[in-house]
């Protein structure tokens, strides 16, 4: 997002609600947002910030409040994925806001048969499902048995080896890194120098093909400014070095079969 066109948009804007949701990096790139230059602009213009950290926040435990999530406490509200990076079941996510209040406001049942245990609110009445399963308890019990340190741990670690992936795609040049990896994402494709856009793309689906049909490892596909690319991205807690011989070799292997070597 480029602060500068928001600010002119906010200007504009005579809405009496508003809401800006910013990245805390992104599904296809994990490009962050200047959070701390579209907070100060949210509360010059009295705007709702929600930012979108499904991976991001867990940049945090790694670089801290200087990182790429600066600015990210002064959001009204955060949504995370603790099913991507804290390796949990699926559909286990958060929502943190610093207004407890307009969700009581906004979703709360006040049926007779839904009776309190207290003075708080429900836990049931700050969301919009009434019916849900314990997602919270691999939460929390992942949380308690690796703790921060544990956690620090595979995200470094997975943080590290999509660099090192990333750095061995850019000097082969069988293969073109699409941008520099930020996080733990890497999109690339084979080298397509002298190809119509076309002939990349089914280059690259074919290639795609050949690695997941092999097993050793799984991309999945993506698009990078209008071109089909390959897409790696990396959150599991087991990941090691050894996975990163098993991908180089599992990418050579393919691409000889489309004799790009």
């Known amino acids: 997002m480029d602060p500068s066109v928001l600010a002119a948009k906010l200007e504009a804007s005579s809405a009496k609600a508003k809401i800006v949701i910013a990245s805390a990096a992104t599904v296809t790139a994990t490009s962050f947002d200047d959070l701390s230059e579209i907070s100060k602009l949210c509360q010059q213009h009295n705007a709702w910030l929600h930012v979108d950290a499904a991976f991001g926040l867990f940049e945090r435990v790694i670089k801290g409040k200087n990182g790429l999530t600066k600015g ?7 949504t995370v994925d603790f099913h991507k990076w804290l390796n949990v079941p699926y559909d286990s996510g958060a929502f943190y806001t610093r207004h407890q209040n307009l969700l009581v406001e906004c979703c709360e049942v006040s049926a007779p048969y839904l009776t309190r245990s207290g003075d708080e609110p429900e836990f049931m009445g700050l969301g919009i ?35 090192a992936l990333a750095d061995w795609l850019a000097q082969n040049n069988k293969f073109e890194l699409m941008i520099d990896c930020q996080l733990n994402v890497v999109l690339f494709r084979p080298n397509c120098l002298g190809l119509s856009e076309q002939q990349a793309d ?28 390959i897409r790696a991205a990396l959150s599991n807690w087991q990941t090691s070095e ?6 180089k070799e599992s990418l050579t292997n393919c691409s000889k079969k489309l004799a790009l070597f």
Do not use: C, M
């Open 72 to 78: 990210i406490e002064n959001a009204d509200s955060i």
């Open 202 to 229: 089914l280059l690259t689906t074919q290639l795609l093909g050949l690695i997941n049909q092999e097993g050793k490892l799984f991309l999945s596909p993506s698009s990078w400014q209008g071109r089909t690319i």
């Open 129 to 163: 499902e009434n019916s849900r399963r314990f997602r919270a308890f691999p939460i929390w019990y992942s949380l308690l048995t690796y703790g921060r340190e544990g956690i620090v741990k595979w995200v470094n670690t997975n943080i590290n080896t999509a660099k």
């Open 242 to 247: 050894q996975d990163l011989h098993i991908a």
